[in-house]
């Protein structure tokens, strides 16, 4: 998976909790994504990064933040975890002039009750 | 809306034929189409890309045809093999940027 990991790996929490998930890459990459996948929606970008510090909303960025205070690490955290946001969510990286080709983690399966 | 999307949900071939995976888009602006591979319980995996001057790019087994009179994009596996068997998911690079819009999916299973 191209220096990627996610963690954890697998997590349940109860609605209303606040959950983070981490991704972390050793591979240097400038740009990383978190998307959320689900049955019939295909991948949805959630929130993506072009360095320290500067990040962008995707299309479904909603009761999500990211943070990403190395280059190595990038955040997301559900605040207050919603049934909705029951899914799989994967990290992605790419570098210069390789947009269209992200490398992706092994995912996080995440379920709210 | 604008959108990619896939005609079939799945597609089942025999191993050694060619498999033909098709998607239709929306979006005519789009500057590159891009074709992932999932492989089950795995994050998604590069195969190829095409810029949308072009109608036609090969690599490795692959081929990605661009029609963009009926905005239709497919790819061809070669000799299609037990380890192809995935889900194909068709996307698009709208700006040229770094935001990649995915489809639905197809799944292709290959049968011995």
């Known amino acids: 998976d191209a220096g990627i990991t996610q963690s954890p790996r697998h997590k349940v929490t109860e609605t209303g909790t606040p959950v983070t998930l981490r991704c972390h890459q050793t591979e240097n990459h400038r740009y990383m994504y978190w998307y959320r996948q689900d049955p019939g929606h295909g991948l949805r970008l959630i929130h993506y990064s072009y360095g320290v510090k500067d990040t962008d909303k995707g299309e479904v960025s909603d009761g999500y933040s990211v943070s990403r205070s190395k280059t190595e690490d990038f955040l997301l955290t559900l605040e207050s975890a919603t049934s909705s946001q029951t899914s799989v969510y994967f990290c992605?990286?790419?570098?210069?002039?390789?947009?269209?080709?992200?490398?992706f983690g092994p995912g996080t399966r995440l379920t709210v009750t | 809306g604008e959108s990619v999307g896939l005609h079939l949900p799945t597609l089942s071939v025999q191993e050694g034929d060619n498999s033909i995976i098709n998607c239709a888009y929306s979006?005519?602006?789009?500057?590159?189409f891009i074709w992932y591979k999932q492989e089950s319980g795995k994050g998604p995996q590069f195969i190829i890309d095409?810029?949308?001057?072009?109608d036609k790019r090969q690599g490795q087994r692959v081929t990605v045809l661009l029609n963009k009179t009926v905005k239709h994009l497919s790819l061809q596996i070669a000799a299609t093999q037990p380890g192809d068997s995935a889900v194909y998911f068709c996307a698009e690079n709208k700006g040229g940027g770094n935001k990649l819009t995915f489809g639905t999916g197809t799944q292709l299973k290959v049968e011995l």
């Open positions: 979006n005519s602006a789009s500057d590159y």
């Open positions: 095409i810029r949308s001057n072009m």
């Open positions: 992605a990286i790419s570098d210069y002039g390789q947009l269209n080709e992200q490398y």
